[in-house]
Every structure is written in C-alpha cells, then in structure tokens.
C-alpha cells in the first residue's frame, strides 16, 4: 500500500468496506469488529483538532497583533458565511420546488428509522437564537469548553490569547515559539494519524452499508439524486463563479484538496481534514493568520452543504405529506435555518436536529425525518464534501479581499502538485 498514494489507499478502503458491508447485510457482527476501528479513527482526528485550533490561531493572531485590522477580519469573514450559506438555502428550495422529489413518493414502500435517538438529541439541545450564540461564544470555563469541543468557544479564547501575546512584546516571544512548536508538532502528528485513514474509511462506510443497505436509496433515489445534482450546481457554479471573482480556479481547490476530499465524503465527517485544509491553503497563498481563523470559525458558520440539504430535506417531507408551502412560509423556512444551523453547530446528527428545529416552525410534521433517517449518512457524506470545499474557498476569499493573498506562491504550489502527479 505504500506505493499508492492516499488518495487510492482511501478509495480502495471505500470500494472494499462497500464490498464487505454489501456482503454481509444485516449481520450483526461487521458493526462489532469494524465499527471500534471506525471510533478509533473518528477518535484520532478529534484529538487532535483542538490543540492544533488552539496553538495555530493564537501563532497566527499573534503575527496580525493589531486589534482594528483582526476585527476588520472577523466582520468580513461572518459577513461572507452569511451570504453564501443564505445563497445555499435558497438554492436548496429552488431544486426542491423545481423537481418536488417528494411528490408522488409511496411512504409504505420506505422502510421507517427509529429517529428516537435525534430527538432525545434535539430534546437534550438548546435550540438558540442568534443573539444567545454570539453570548454563548465567550467560555465560562475555557478548559470545559476545550473538553466539550466547543469550537467557537475555543476560537475567541484563543483569537484573545494572541492578542495578548503580541501586546507582550519581547516577553511573550517564548510563549509564541512554544505555540509555534505545538502547531509543527500536531502537524506531524496529523501526517501519522492520516496514514490509518484507509483502515477507518473501510471500517466506517463498511458498517453503514451493513446496517442500511443500498437497497435503502433506491425508494428515496429522487431524492438522493437531487441533493447531489443541487450539490454539484452549488460548487461548480455558485462556489465557481465565487471563485472566478477571487481571480482562481473552484477546479484549483477541488485538485488541491484531493485527499482531503475524498476522506472527508468517505467519513462524512469535516473534522477529519480540518487539520490538513489550514495547512494546504496556507501553502496556497493564504497567510497563517487568515488560515487559521476563517477554517475553524466556518466549521460553524459557513456549513454551505448542511444548510442546502437541510432546505431540500424539508421541502421533501412537506411534499410527501402534500403540504403545500407559501412563499412567506418558505421565506420563514430561510430564516429559520439561517438561525438554527448555527444556533447548534458541533451537535452530532447536527442536521437531523436542525431539521427537528426547523419543521415544526412552518407546520411540516416531524414524524417525516424518519422516511430519510435510513439513507441520512450515504447524503452526509455528499454535504460534508460541500461543507469542505466551502471553507477553503473562504479562505481564498477573505484573503483576497483583505489583499494579502501570494500568488506566485498559489501557481508555485500548483506547478508542485503538477509535477507530482506527473512523475507518479
């Protein structure tokens, strides 16, 4: 396996667990052997996302040591999610009001998840505004809320902390350089963890299709098929004319991120490749600064694939009930999700309970998540891409507009990506 680079040991990983899990469908013991190597893996990634978040911001906010032009930063990175996840939730409703992929569906034919465990989680959740989230960003405890993973918690302690740094001067030059050393050794340690990712994606979609089946897509394959139609219109022609704009390539993002891709739509988890896109985009041209705090306040922000599923998703299940909904009705719908999909950022099933969140607001009834519970982790995995590419992009954007992007260093890396393609 050592020849192969990740890419392929992934998509080998991916093609064998959907093999083994094919194989023995509905058996019991592929999720007791295989699912403690998923966990261990997922487990491995969420080690270390915290402290390399930690040491790569305060390193970065440190080197920008002025408090107007970061707050500049701030305002122009929220104003930017803002926009493009509005762009997503309205692109969502349009696909799902153009092709009605719920019209029509016979509901007996859709075998009916236990979605038990989403609303204990959305029962558990505190669905917040927008007002309670910005006051919830500043920690209590900053250990609790590095324990608790919370991330824009850890954001703002750590976005404060550098500032400090730098206010220092000479003297906090010693912390500075252990928080350098502290983001080279987790970089490292990232580099190591990635070489089991093959053994985790194996195990993590090879227990999925064990449970659910393909079978499982076929009654909803209307559904499947639009939201990865909507998906590729989303990041070859919104993200892309986006991108035109910044002065790059979406396809220079995608070609950058192949790994990362790839690993992040077979694990349906961002967090895996978090690590790796701040690395990969400052190596890009963007500067550590912009890298550091765009990538992980847009893993709560900016959830562009989350936000366009989650509009296409209730759309469905109103159709399914023959629930027509108004435009004002609708527009509610947009709001509604605006506030919510950032109002419990970081919950895990976070779009089933969005989604719990958001139906009952405009009438839709919640019984209906249950027809799409059993295919919600094969549309995880396209959303999560989306949410990926997204952020990486963002960081072009804001570095563009705050004029610190390096393109001799963006074409240096291409060439470099080029040429390594080239001699394998």
């Known amino acids: 396996m050592k020849r192969f680079g990740l890419a392929i040991q992934i998509v080998i990983g991916l093609i064998l667990g959907i093999i083994v899990g094919a194989i023995f469908?509905?058996?019991?013991?592929?999720?007791?052997?295989?699912?403690?190597?998923?966990?261990?893996?997922?487990?491995?990634?969420k080690m270390i996302v915290v402290p390399i978040v930690i040491a790569t911001i305060i390193v970065g906010v440190a080197g920008v040591g002025d408090t107007k032009k970061l707050g500049r930063l701030g305002g122009k990175t929220i104003l930017y999610f803002e926009i493009i996840t509005t762009i997503a939730i309205v692109v969502g409703l349009f696909a799902a009001n153009i092709f009605q992929p719920g019209v029509g569906v016979d509901m007996s034919q859709i075998q009916q998840s236990d979605i038990s465990s989403y609303v204990e989680t959305a029962e558990q959740t505190e669905t917040k505004g927008m007002i309670e989230t910005f006051v919830n960003i500043v920690p209590k405890n900053v250990f609790d809320a590095i324990a608790r993973g919370d991330m824009l918690a850890i954001i703002f302690f750590s976005v404060l902390f550098g500032l400090g740094v730098a206010a220092a001067g000479e003297k906090g030059k010693p912390v500075l350089n252990f928080f350098q050393g502290v983001a080279d050794a987790m970089f490292w340690v990232v580099n190591t963890v990635m070489k089991f990712a093959p053994f985790g994606v194996f195990a993590l979609i090879g227990v999925t299709v064990s449970k659910f089946g393909l079978s499982s897509l076929l009654p909803?394959?209307?559904?499947?098929?639009?939201?990865?139609?909507?998906?590729?219109?989303?990041?070859?022609?919104?993200?892309g004319i986006v991108a035109k704009i910044s002065g790059i390539s979406i396809m220079n993002i995608i070609k950058i991120l192949r790994d990362e891709l790839l690993l992040a739509y077979s694990?349906?988890?961002?967090?895996?490749?978090?690590?790796?896109?701040?690395?990969?985009?400052?190596?890009?041209?963007?500067?550590?600064?912009?890298?550091?705090?765009?990538?992980?306040?847009?893993?709560?922000?900016?959830?562009?694939?989350?936000?366009?599923?989650?509009?296409?998703?209730?759309?469905?299940?109103?159709?399914?009930?023959?629930?027509?909904?108004?435009?004002a009705?609708?527009?509610?719908?947009?709001?509604?999700?605006?506030?919510?999909?950032?109002?419990?950022?970081?919950?895990?099933?976070?779009?089933?309970?969005?989604?719990?969140?958001?139906?009952?607001?405009?009438?839709?009834?919640?019984?209906?998540?249950?027809?799409?519970?059993?295919?919600?982790?094969?549309?995880d995995m396209a959303r999560t891409v989306v949410n990926v590419i997204g952020n990486a992009l963002a960081v072009v954007v804001i570095s563009k507009w705050e004029g610190q992007f390096d393109r001799k260093k963006a074409d240096s890396y291409l060439d470099e990506i080029a040429s390594a393609k080239a001699a394998a």
């Open 220 to 239: 909803l394959g209307k559904l499947v098929i639009l939201v990865h139609g909507a998906m590729l219109f989303f990041v070859f022609v919104v993200l």
């Open 25 to 45: 469908y509905g058996n019991p013991e592929v999720v007791k052997y295989l699912q403690p190597i998923g966990d261990v893996f997922i487990r491995l990634i």
């Open 329 to 379: 009705e609708q527009v509610t719908l947009v709001l509604v999700l605006m506030v919510t999909s950032k109002g419990i950022a970081g919950v895990p099933g976070v779009s089933f309970v969005v989604l719990l969140a958001t139906l009952g607001a405009v009438g839709i009834p919640v019984e209906g998540l249950a027809f799409i519970a059993g295919i919600d982790r094969f549309l």
């Open 267 to 327: 694990t349906a988890s961002s967090e895996t490749v978090l690590p790796k896109i701040m690395e990969k985009m400052e190596r890009f041209g963007c500067p550590k600064a912009i890298a550091s705090f765009v990538v992980p306040t847009g893993y709560s922000f900016n959830l562009d694939g989350s936000t366009l599923y989650q509009a296409i998703a209730a759309i469905f299940i109103a159709q399914m009930y023959g629930i027509e909904l108004t435009i």
